[in-house]
Every structure is written in C-alpha cells, then in structure tokens.
C-alpha cells in the first residue's frame, strides 16, 4: 500500500505520491467498499465498526476495488454509492447511443444546481481501470472527467430538450435579469441577489440565464 496517513479533522486519507500528495474521504472509501461488498455478495469486504478513520478501512477500500476488478461485474459502468438507478439507466442508454445529453448537477437535499457552465455538455464516455465510471466527453474531445453521478439533478437531451430524467428535489434556478452598476458590464444575472455573472450585451445574458435554467443553448452564445 502507498504511504497513507490520516487527516482526521477534514476526515481524510493523505495519500503520498513521487509528485506530492492526493486525498481520499473516509465516506468515499467506506461507501465504495460497502457498495462493492453488497455488490458482489462479500460480506467480508464491507466496513467493519472499527474500520471507519482508520488505515484498515483504506486497505479495506483497496481489497475492495481489487475483487471488483477482477470480477465479472468490472466489465460493467460503475456508479458512484447512492447514484439513483434511474439516472444511472439514463446515462447507459446515452453511452451505448452516442448520443449527446446535458448535465445539470447540484445539491439533492435542496434541489439547487450548482450553475456548471463547462463540463456539462458532451457524450457518455467509459473510464478504464477496474472501476469503469461514466465519463463526460465534450465535443471535439477524445476524452473527458468522471461524472459525479450521485449529485445529478437532471439530464437533458441536447437536441430535443426532453428530460429523460429528473431527481425529485430538483427545481429550476431562480434567475432574475437586472442592469448592473459596472458601466462596462451593464447586464448582470442574479439569483436572489447575489450577481452570479455579468455581462456586455443583453442578449448573451438571457442566453445564459436560460442555459442556467436547462435550455439547451450552445455555450458559446453567451461566452
């Protein structure tokens, strides 16, 4: 195992490698391994209670990914732990399509979107290694980042504005269109009243604010 260490106040593993460091959360580490284990009926690879926090549950995370790997099951998508099934559906069709879907991601309990303006349009992409995660793969582009599955909040065909899925919680943004005190940027965007972008010209600004809202409208009408 890598040199590993614990992070216990940001609740992380401090993983050091030849070109500095990465991090992993205990969640993450104790989801996966819980998922993989319900998944393929190994009991023995889920979390114990005195793995949580501590180095064995990164080893655990690590047997877990490596029982994945060399399953049957690796040469299937692997979702993230609390991915609704439906999205996960949703976004399988689209990978074996081509076809090209939007992303509209945000908080679940709340039901906001996060207001992502790059990384959202493209077609469903496959990772390789054993856990085989959807990827994003933007136009023009051979490849892309993985997809935070469990924080999908709707999906939206590009070329016929359906939604094939929509989470429960999620609601349009509350967008407004105001003049804005910055001469040279006169048009702002605000939810509530916070100015989340300004802009030049008028008509980029409620290209934006209808794309924020999940119109399917190039980016590059408002960039």
Not at 11 to 19: H, Q, T
Not at 56 to 84: C, E, H, I, M, V
Not at 149 to 156: G, K, M, Q
Not at 166 to 195: F, I, Q
Request: aromatic share 10%.
């Amino acid at each position: 195992m890598d040199k590993v260490t614990l992070n216990l106040e940001q609740k992380l593993y401090v993983i050091a490698a030849e070109s500095g460091y990465s991090c992993f959360g205990f969640d993450n580490a104790r989801d996966h391994a819980n998922q993989i284990a319900q998944q393929l009926g190994r009991s023995d690879l889920a979390f114990a209670e005195n793995d949580y926090a501590a180095l064995a549950g990164y080893q655990k995370y690590l047997n877990a990914t490596a029982a994945w790997g060399r399953s049957p099951l690796s040469q299937r998508t692997y979702f993230a732990p609390r991915t609704d099934p439906k999205a996960a559906k949703v976004l399988e069709a689209y990978r074996r399509s081509g076809q090209t879907i939007r992303l509209i991601l945000g908080d679940l309990t709340t039901g906001e979107s996060w207001l992502d303006e790059h990384g959202v349009v493209g077609r469903i992409g496959r990772s390789g290694g054993w856990l085989k995660v959807p990827l994003l793969v933007e136009p023009g582009e051979s490849g892309g980042g993985a997809i935070l599955t469990n924080c999908i909040l709707c999906l939206v065909d590009w070329h016929t504005g359906k939604t094939p899925y929509r989470h429960p919680a999620y609601r349009e943004a509350n967008l407004s269109l105001s003049p804005n005190e910055e001469p040279t940027l006169p048009w702002a965007v605000k939810r509530g009243d916070e100015a989340i972008a300004c802009f030049k010209d008028i008509g980029k600004a409620a290209a934006y604010l209808a794309f924020m809202r999940g119109a399917t409208i190039e980016p590059s009408v408002f960039a």
